[in-house]
């Protein structure tokens, strides 16, 4: 059994937004528990039917299953399920590329940081994760990994994730290669650490698309508490890449 598990999930890619993130959180299945635990007794609170899927954007904007809650009462369950999060022993880790600021740049220089996918912006977003998550293990002794669960998805984004693990966990150039177990999906409506995963990623990518987009949307939105507490907890694992930051990248890397 794997030391650490890693739960992600992305906020996006599907929704033609004008920024794609990857964000989730990293512990052991101990402190796994403990967050499922409580998230699981808050859902049984919400009227959340069994095997009902559970979406961040569904919570906040009041859409099926949570329809029948009115705003008071949904920013008030939002409020717990973000403080689970925050109070858990768990590591937060996110990227966000702005996907017009990624194109316009060549394709060979997209490819330079994309392993060779120009069209797909959030493959640099899964890069970045892998990275970051293999590090929560630096402390751990030789041997020991980290295995990873994303959600249940068909289609591209399943497909450019697997792809990007085993590009990762194949290099041998990568020293921390070794820390990389496997790759799973689950359905989310099962595993309650995956709709956790949800809520980081949705607040990490409207954070990021409000603030460079939408500034005045972010002026009024970035007081929101969830967000500031989400922050305190990512620490300095949360990257977000514009132009400038791209073009950073893309000078550097050879």
Known sequence: MAAL???????????NKTAVTIAGLVGTEQNWRKLENRWTAILAKSGLAQGEAF?????????????????????????????????????????????????????????????????????????????????????????????????????????????????YKNDTNWPNSRRLDDLVFRPKEKFPALQAADLLAYESRSHFENKFHFPHVYKKWGQRSAINSLRR??????????????QKLIDIVP
């Open 5 to 15: 598990v890693a739960y992600f999930d992305e906020s996006g890619v599907h929704d």
């Open 55 to 167: 979406h961040a954007t569904a919570l906040e904007g009041g859409r099926d299953p949570f329809h029948r809650l009115d705003v008071i009462r949904r920013g008030a369950l939002y409020s717990q399920f973000v403080n689970i999060i925050v109070e858990s022993s768990l590591i937060a880790i996110a990227s966000g590329v702005l996907c017009d600021h990624f194109m316009r740049f060549s394709e060979t220089e997209r490819s330079k940081i994309s392993h060779g996918k120009p069209d797909v912006p959030y493959f640099h977003c899964l890069q970045d994760f892998w990275v970051a998550a293999a590090h929560c293990a630096d402390t751990l002794p030789e041997g020991e990994q980290i295995f990873f669960v994303s959600d249940n998805l068909d289609g591209g984004f399943r497909d450019n994730a697997d792809a990007s693990f085993k590009a």
């Open 233 to 246: 907890t990512f620490g300095d694992r949360a990257r977000y890449y514009d132009e400038a930051a791209l």
